[in-house]
T-cell receptor
Framework: KAGVTQTPRYLIKTRGQQVTLSCSPI?????VSWYQQTPGQGLQFLFE???????NKGNFPGRFSGRQFSNSRSEMNVSTLELGDSALYLC??????????FGPGTRLTVT | AQSVTQPDIHITVSEGASLELRCNYS??????LFWYVQSPGQGLQLLLK??????LVQGIKGFEAEFKRSQSSFNLRKPSVHWSDAAEYFC???????????FGAGTTVTVRA
């Protein structure tokens, strides 16, 4: 089975812009979670989707949003980018009750 | 407060020596427990997981972990490390009634020849 894929792998944006990141889960996995990884804050949970519904959300401002499509693919959007949003954004998919399997991440740099 | 603690920020080990990485958690009930490994510039790879049952869990790449309820610990071990084991290791937990992973700060492992 193909693993979790994320596109793009690298992205450079300017402050104030918005960005959309994409995640395709492992085939058959219906749960998709997003995490932000930074050197200062470590790995932090953003949100989790299951069957197109957001089931859980972390402590991030409303500029961070996401959605899931009927084929379980997910996107996350960050509006009005700030320098502090520079991070590795990781997507993970899982079966109900199983471990989460991560993609390679999208490295976002905000200048 | 709920937390995951990895006491060791950095560990250096000789190739062929044994490795043990510590993880302690603070949750009301026993959560689901995981270890992940991350190589530079890469995503996280699941090494092993514990949900219930046998407290000694075998994972990939020759790793194992032992759950000790009395110590709220889930330590990762490998009998003989290889240079390719140099990476950052994360302990993570999911409360049994939740979906989100909470991670420790990570332990960086350096392997010397």
């Amino acid at each position: 089975k193909a693993g979790v894929t994320q596109t793009p792998r690298y992205l450079i944006k300017t402050r104030g812009q918005q960005v959309t990141l994409s995640c395709s889960p492992i085939s058959g996995h219906r749960s998709v979670s997003w995490y932000q990884q930074t050197p200062g804050q470590g790995l932090q949970f953003l949100f989790e989707y299951f069957s197109e519904t957001q089931r859980n959300k972390g402590n991030f401002p409303g500029r961070f949003s996401g959605r899931q499509f009927s084929n379980s693919r997910s996107e996350m959007n960050v509006s009005t980018l700030e320098l502090g949003d520079s991070a590795l954004y990781l997507c993970a998919s899982s079966l109900a009750g199983g471990g989460q399997y991560f993609g390679p991440g999208t490295r976002l740099t905000v200048t | 407060a709920q937390s995951v603690t990895q006491p060791d920020i950095h560990i250096t080990v000789s190739e062929g020596a044994s490795l043990e990485l510590r993880c302690n958690y603070s949750y009301g009930a026993t959560p689901y427990l995981f270890w992940y490994v991350q190589s530079p510039g890469q995503g996280l790879q699941l090494l092993l997981k514990y949900f219930s049952g046998d407290t000694l869990v075998q994972g990939i790449k020759g790793f194992e972990a032992e759950f000790k309820r009395s110590q709220s610990s889930f330590n990762l071990r490998k009998p003989s490390v290889h240079w390719s084991d140099a990476a950052e290791y994360f302990c993570a937990v999911v409360p049994s009634n939740d979906y989100k992973l909470s991670f420790g700060a990570g332990t960086t492992v350096t392997v010397r020849a």
